[in-house]
């Protein structure tokens, strides 16, 4: 079946360093890949998407490019500030009937100023 | 601004005491979609409505019942819940229509239930 592994965290990290959380998939097909971030008591917003190998998403800072080779999607930013503190989940989408969400078990990032 | 809303945001019940908790969408999306989630866990599909049509999770306990009256609303029923039952209940939302399908699912800001 399809699932999504990706590093378990807490990640603990201090302003302007540099920011990786790995994400790989299994999935048949070509799933779509997104990245999630949830604030404390908040719902999850999405924060970038790709669709098909080697896309990147990219929005706010984050980067992440759909490595069909490694199957991988991993998120990054080059300089993370404190507001970027949250639990991120990588998530994939397969191709047709429902198109469910497959989560990642989500990391947890705190920056420190 | 198009959005998926929830309320209540915070909802208290007893032990064995029914609660309904909604989700409400001016995006008009036709699916729509129910999960709940746990401290420091992944978000767990519980069912979903493609159009009227309801698909349940194959594991999701009959305690839960959801009902979607028009495209903008969708209810989430538990019947009689239990402590283990207490989590952030998110609603979401996707658009899927006749040889369009965008696969990104809007959420709501989530409702926290505690159970007494």
């Known amino acids: 079946g399809n699932s999504v592994t990706q590093m378990e965290g807490p990640v603990t990290l201090s302003e302007e360093a540099f920011l990786t959380i790995n994400c790989t998939y299994t999935?048949?097909?070509?799933?779509?890949l997104f990245w999630y971030v949830q604030y404390p008591g908040e719902g999850l917003q999405l924060l970038l998407k790709?669709?098909?190998?080697?896309d990147k998403g990219s929005n706010k800072g984050f980067e992440a490019t759909y490595r069909k080779e490694t199957t991988s999607f991993h998120l990054e930013k080059g300089s993370v500030q404190v507001s970027d503190s949250a639990v991120y989940f990588c998530?994939?989408?397969?191709?047709?009937?429902?198109?469910?969400?497959?989560f990642g078990k989500g990391t947890k990032l705190t920056v420190n100023p | 601004d198009a959005m998926v809303i929830q309320n209540p945001r915070y909802q208290v019940t007893q032990f064995g005491k029914p609660v309904t908790l909604s989700c409400s969408q001016t995006?008009?999306?036709?699916?729509m979609y129910w999960y709940q989630q746990k401290s420091s866990q992944a978000p767990k599909l519980l069912f979903h409505?493609?159009?009227?049509?309801?698909?349940n999770e194959a594991d999701t306990p009959d305690n839960f019942q959801s009902r979607r009256p028009n495209t903008s609303f969708c209810f989430l029923d538990i019947r009689s819940p239990g402590l283990g039952d207490a989590a952030m209940y998110l609603c979401?939302?996707?658009?899927?229509?006749?040889?369009?399908?965008?696969?990104?699912?809007?959420f709501g800001p989530g409702t926290r239930l505690t159970v007494l």
């Open positions: 999935a048949t097909g070509y799933p779509s």
């Open positions: 409505y493609y159009d009227k049509d309801f698909n």
């Open positions: 979401a939302t996707r658009v899927s229509a006749s040889g369009v399908s965008y696969n990104e699912q809007f």
């Open positions: 790709a669709t098909k190998a080697d």
């Open positions: 998530a994939l989408s397969a191709q047709g009937g429902s198109e469910k969400l497959v």
């Open positions: 995006l008009n999306h036709n699916v």
